[in-house]
């Protein structure tokens, strides 16, 4: 098992910047993909960012070019760099671990992001 703790969000004007941090709560060498989600009020959970053990990454095409998903395995640590935000980015955040695979086995307990307009 592995606990995921986000930090990092808050409160930012439109066309700001935020870095979201997941901690592990234990070596990730053995997670095979890291990604980033998100849910707002009354949508269903989307998948925003991946990154493999190996360092391959994908990302949604919202939040193509202005989100960055890094992996510090050292660290136990995987970061969201957003820029560029914007209102309808507005959501709670979740970090998220798959052993194998892409499907997620572990949750963060999310972190709200509000940009304003």
């Known amino acids: 098992q592995v606990q995921l703790v986000e930090s990092g969000g808050g409160l930012v004007q439109a066309g700001g910047s935020l870095r979201l941090s997941c901690a592990a709560s234990?070596?990730?060498?053995?997670?095979?993909?890291m990604a980033w989600y998100r849910q707002a009020p009354g949508k269903q959970r989307e998948l925003l960012a991946g990154?493999?053990?190996?360092?391959?990454?994908n990302y949604a095409d919202s939040v193509k070019g202005r989100f960055t998903i890094s992996r510090d395995n050292a660290k136990n640590t995987v970061y969201l760099q957003m820029t560029s935000l914007k209102p309808e980015d507005t959501a709670v955040y979740y970090c998220?671990?798959?052993?194998?695979?892409?499907?997620?086995?572990?949750w963060g307990q999310g972190t709200q992001v509000t940009v304003s307009s």
């Open positions: 998220s671990g798959s052993q194998w695979g892409t499907m997620p086995d572990y």
């Open positions: 234990r070596s990730i060498f053995g997670i095979n993909y």
């Open positions: 990154t493999t053990f190996g360092g391959i990454r």
